[in-house]
């Protein structure tokens, strides 16, 4: 197992153009997060799923951002009608669910990213 | 009030100094804390979590957690210049959704370590 892998690393679009992630996480691992985060900032919680469920996704985030995980392995981020403050790197992150449902120890593994840019 | 802060930085220490890293948070729920390192133009990597109040040790790394304070620290001893990255605190929480399932990130504080 290599890790958690994203795919591109980097793209460059023009605004209002639509993109799309790729996260493959640990193969062990249910639980899947997107992450954002952009220059001087921490990582800004977007959506997680456990196995093929999106369990919970950030209130701030736009209608033009939806995640898959459709056989509860690998999962996508798209973006449609990219705007220039979608700019950033995207995180995707893998866990496996603690046995302790109060949370436990969630211990995230993180991807290299994917880095946006929209001119 | 943000969810989890961090001191301001940047911090800067001398080689061989005790780096000292602070971090608040909001939600008396949260259960979990964990301390990730980000070397410029990378992703964060996992430096140790502690979820019980008091010290946690693992080699030159130290963690404190005083929930009654909602405060978590992190010590570096013996810092190096390897050290020198942003240090993220993270805390497991359930603000803005219905679960403890995700990690809320401070800022960040840059440390660096100067020979």
């Known amino acids: 197992d290599t890790g958690v892998s994203q795919n591109p690393r980097h793209k460059i679009t023009k605004r209002g153009q639509n993109v799309t992630f790729r996260c493959d996480p640990i193969?062990?691992?249910?639980?899947l997060y997107w992450y954002r985060q952009t220059l001087g900032q921490g990582p800004e919680f977007l959506t997680y799923?456990?196995?093929?469920?999106?369990?919970?996704k950030s209130r701030l985030l736009s209608d033009r951002f939806s995640a898959e995980r459709p056989k509860g392995s690998f999962s996508t981020l798209e973006i449609q009608r990219t705007e220039q403050g979608d700019s950033a790197m995207y995180l995707c992150?893998?866990?496996?669910?603690?046995?302790?449902?109060?949370?436990?120890?969630?211990?995230?593994?993180f991807g290299a990213g994917s880095r946006l840019t929209v001119l | 009030q943000k969810e989890v802060e961090q001191n301001s930085g940047p911090l800067s220490v001398p080689e061989g100094a005790i780096a000292s890293l602070n971090c608040t948070y909001s939600d008396r729920g949260s259960q979990s804390f964990f301390w990730y390192r980000q070397y410029s133009g990378k992703s964060p990597e996992l430096i140790m979590f502690i979820y019980s109040n008091g010290d946690k040790e693992d080699g030159r790394f130290t963690a404190q957690l005083n929930k009654a304070s909602q405060y978590v620290s992190l010590l570096i001893r013996d810092s190096q210049p390897s050290d020198s990255a942003t240090y993220l605190c993270?805390?497991?929480?359930?603000?803005?959704?219905?679960?403890?399932?995700?990690?809320?990130f401070g800022q960040g504080t840059i440390l660096t370590v100067h020979p």
């Open positions: 992150a893998s866990s496996l669910r603690p046995r302790d449902p109060s949370g436990g120890a969630n211990v995230l593994t």
């Open positions: 193969s062990e691992h249910n639980r």
């Open positions: 993270a805390v497991n929480s359930n603000a803005g959704g219905t679960s403890y399932g995700k990690l809320t």
């Open positions: 799923f456990q196995n093929e469920a999106q369990l919970e």
